[in-house]
Nanobody
Framework: VQLQASGGGLVQAGGSLTLSCAVS????????MAWYRQAPGKQREQVAV???????TYTDSVNGRFTISRDNIKNTIDLQMNLLKPEDTAVYFC??????????????????????WGQGTLVTVSS
C-alpha cells in the first residue's frame, strides 16, 4: 500500500490548511491512521491519531485547532488545521499502522504488521 500526502504550503499565522493523504488501496482494517510532523532540527512527533476504534487523539499543542478524519469514499486521511501558528511549521507525514487492504491484482485481502508512511508535505506558517 502507498500513501501520498498533499496540501502543504505557506500560510500566515491564524490561517488554515487541509492536508490530505491518499491511500492507494482500499483499506479493509487497520490499527490506527495518524499524522506526524517533523520540524527542522527536531524529532518526528505524533500530531493526531484516528484509531480503528475509540476516539481521535491529539498532541496537546494542536488540541482544539486540528481535526483528523477519514474519508472512506475518497480513501483519504485528512488533517484540517486551523489557527495555525509559526511553531506548527514542519514537514507533515501521514501514517497507517498495521493495515489490511484489498489487493488490486488478485482482489484478496492482504494484512501487514508494519507502519506505512507518506512522503511528507511541508507546512510553513509565517508570523
Amino acid at each position: 500500500v502507498q500513501l501520498q500526502a498533499s496540501g502543504g504550503g505557506l500560510v500566515q499565522a491564524g490561517g488554515s490548511l487541509t492536508l490530505s493523504c491518499a491511500v492507494s488501496n482500499k483499506i479493509l482494517n487497520f490499527n490506527s491512521m495518524a499524522w506526524y510532523r517533523q520540524a527542522p532540527g527536531k524529532q518526528r512527533e505524533q500530531v493526531a491519531v484516528y484509531p480503528s476504534s475509540g476516539s481521535t487523539t491529539y498532541t496537546d499543542s494542536v488540541n482544539g485547532r486540528f481535526t483528523i478524519s477519514r474519508d472512506n469514499i475518497k480513501n483519504t486521511i485528512d488533517l484540517q488545521m486551523n489557527l495555525l501558528k509559526p511553531e506548527d511549521t514542519a514537514v507533515y507525514f501521514c501514517n497507517v499502522n498495521k493495515p489490511c487492504w484489498l489487493s488490486l491484482v488478485e482482489g484478496v485481502p492482504i494484512c501487514s504488521g508494519e507502519d506505512y508512511w507518506g512522503q511528507g508535505t511541508l507546512v510553513t506558517v509565517s508570523s
